[in-house]
């Protein structure tokens, strides 16, 4: 069985999980070729290599062009129903708009249909989410298995004002998952990096016996003393 292991010594993001699948082997262009089967528009992505503490690592940064408005659950579906990408690719991404969806509401006390995405509705979220789900399919992955997740501490600022961190949302969808806290005074793992983990991760905590036949490296955008990257191992499960 081809599985793959996230290793999240430096948390996880949505940018970190598209950067390090990349580096397993996707291509830039073809991935860049499939979001535009997605009719959403006014950004431009740049996926490149870097250094992180003298490792390679793969940054995908995206740049918003025009102002986007707000999105609902539904607006999102609608998006991704409507766009020409594969149909697993499109019901895991949904999958896991729905998950965040559910935390939001939670946290807000509201219908799920009435929540509003402000920071995860924007472009980049968008394409983090179904990026990590077109890469899952090209590279193959059967099974995914993840090492437990540091959190940061204090405050972060978002559309809702000063919040504390891990965002509850973020906590909320990390339930039942094994966490410690880091000293990091800084978001260690984002709602979209959580909703998409939490989702495609079968099982959280130590590595499986497996034959590892790709590293990949995704770098992150916060500067710490640590190194910022998520690492992903790609091989074959061991029995």
Avoid: W
């Amino acid at each position: 069985m081809y599985v793959a292991f996230f290793d999240c010594f430096s948390g996880i993001a949505g940018d970190m999980i598209l950067g390090a699948l990349c580096d397993l082997g996707v291509d830039g262009e073809f991935i860049k070729k499939q979001l535009k089967k997605i009719n959403i528009s006014g950004y431009a992505i740049e996926i490149k290599k870097i250094k992180k503490n003298q490792i390679s690592a793969i940054d995908v940064y995206i740049s918003v062009k025009e102002k986007q408005h707000h999105r609902s659950l539904l607006d999102i579906y609608d998006v991704i129903n409507n766009s020409d990408l594969d149909n697993d690719v499109k019901e895991l991404s949904k999958k896991i708009f729905n998950r965040l969806a559910e935390a939001e509401s939670k946290i807000h006390d509201i219908e799920i249909e009435n929540v509003h995405f402000h920071e995860v509705g924007a472009i980049d979220s968008i394409i983090d989410v179904v990026g990590a789900a077109i890469c899952l399919k090209k590279l193959g992955v059967e099974k995914v298995f993840c090492s437990d997740l540091p959190l940061g501490k204090g405050f972060v600022k978002c559309s809702h004002g000063i919040i504390p961190i891990p965002a509850p949302a973020t906590l909320e969808l990390l339930k039942n998952v094994p966490v410690y806290q880091s000293v990091a005074d800084h978001e260690m793992v984002t709602p979209t990096g959580a909703a998409i983990i939490t989702t495609i991760a079968e099982v959280f905590g130590k590595m499986p016996p497996m034959r590892i036949t790709k590293i990949g490296y995704g770098a992150g955008k916060i500067k710490s003393s640590q190194p910022g990257l998520l690492r992903v191992y790609l091989g074959i499960l061991e029995k």
